[in-house]
């Protein structure tokens, strides 16, 4: 390894002393580019205009130089670019700089093809440039040149590459946030469905089991006013007996004043005939009126059961909904579940 002055030239790792020696990257190549330095100050200018206005040709590239800088300001930076291939030296700070430039270049979005597109005009230009002003010497610091920009190429990729796995590790990391937000939702959820299956499932034995007990009552009611209504038509026909037995009494007793004295044993029957006829009717005009009153409250508890009935009916339903709406968590939760497990 060549020593000037106490400075290696290539001052790497043995990594990257590797790189460059596959490359073909020697002392002599950087000795040669920097004996030619001030050719390369004299060229340098109108090479990057020209580069630039090629560039600029592409409204996709120019947009993005619009939107993350200017043309002054990367034309500045290019001609330190040309300009430092001719220091003389490869240490870590010249590959920490090809790494920087390439990640900027990465997270701005430009794509791979273009940056290494623009490596190969770049070096159609200098190598134009350098042999009109250097017309017996540009070959050799062609190749030279090739193989500089053959290693920054190689850098730039690996720039990309480090971007491209952080974007990767980035979405991997968020996906696992992702899957952590899932999976407590799961359980969340999975604990919620078992208490609300259990308590919709508690909800709809209990509506069921009372839809079907006011059922009962109400068909009760209906049987209770039937016998009601039989023991008012016992009542008419114990009227109508009461009404004759009435009448019949009132005959005997007319017979027996006709009779005279042998009939006054028979008018005194008549007589209690005719009490016990007016007492019965009397009791049975009780009894017809008490069986109204209570035939209107049976009216009354049967219309409240009917309205009851139809609210547990209702009720019932919606329970039964519930637990359609449960299972369908229920099926929700476990489609959350595998989409877990497939991640």
């Known amino acids: 390894m060549i020593n000037m002055g106490d400075v290696y030239m290539i001052d790497l790792s043995e990594a990257r002393k590797e790189q460059i020696a596959y490359i073909g990257i020697t002392e002599d190549d950087l000795l040669l580019l920097k004996s030619k330095k001030t050719a390369f100050a004299a060229i340098v200018n109108i090479l990057v205009d020209e580069l630039y206005e090629r560039i600029m040709l592409r409204p996709d590239l120019l947009k993005m130089i619009e939107t993350h800088s200017t043309v002054e300001r990367l034309k500045e930076t290019q001609r330190w670019y ?35 597109g623009t ?55 968020e996906r696992g946030h992702l899957l952590n937000g899932i999976n407590a939702a799961v359980q969340e959820l999975a604990s919620m469905m078992v208490e609300l299956s259990s308590s919709t499932q508690a909800v709809a034995d209990t509506a069921f089991f009372t839809a079907e007990t006011q059922e009962k009552s109400l068909q ?21 007996i009461a009404s004759q037995t009435h009448l019949l009494g009132l005959n005997a007793a007319i017979e027996a004043a006709h009779v005279g004295d042998q009939g006054r044993g028979f008018e ?59 299972q369908m968590i ?14």
């Open 330 to 343: 229920e099926k929700v939760t476990s489609e959350l579940e595998q989409l877990k497990q497939d991640a």
């Open 268 to 326: 005194v029957v008549a007589n209690e005939v005719r009490k016990l006829a007016s007492s019965s009717k009397d009791a049975l005009t009780q009894i017809h009126a008490k069986l109204q009153v209570i035939s209107r409250l049976l009216n009354k508890v049967e219309s409240e059961s009917r309205l009851t009935t139809a609210q547990a009916q209702t009720q019932a339903a919606s329970s039964q909904e519930l637990s359609s709406f449960v």
């Open 220 to 240: 009760s009611v209906k049987e209770l006013s039937q016998e009601i209504k039989h023991i008012q038509d016992m009542g008419s026909l114990m009227n109508e």
């Open 119 to 173: 490596y190969i005009l770049y070096l159609n230009l200098a190598a134009a440039h350098l042999q009109r002003v250097l017309p017996d010497e540009w070959l050799p610091i062609y190749h030279a040149i090739t193989k500089m920009f053959n290693l920054d190429s190689q850098l730039v990729l690996e720039a990309y590459e480090a971007d491209e796995k952080r974007k990767v590790q980035a979405l991997a990391d």
């Open 82 to 116: 040309f300009l430092s291939l001719t220091e003389g030296k490869i240490d870590e700070s010249f590959i920490e700089k090809r790494l920087f430039i390439g990640s900027v270049h990465s997270r701005i979005g430009l794509t791979t093809e273009w940056y290494l």
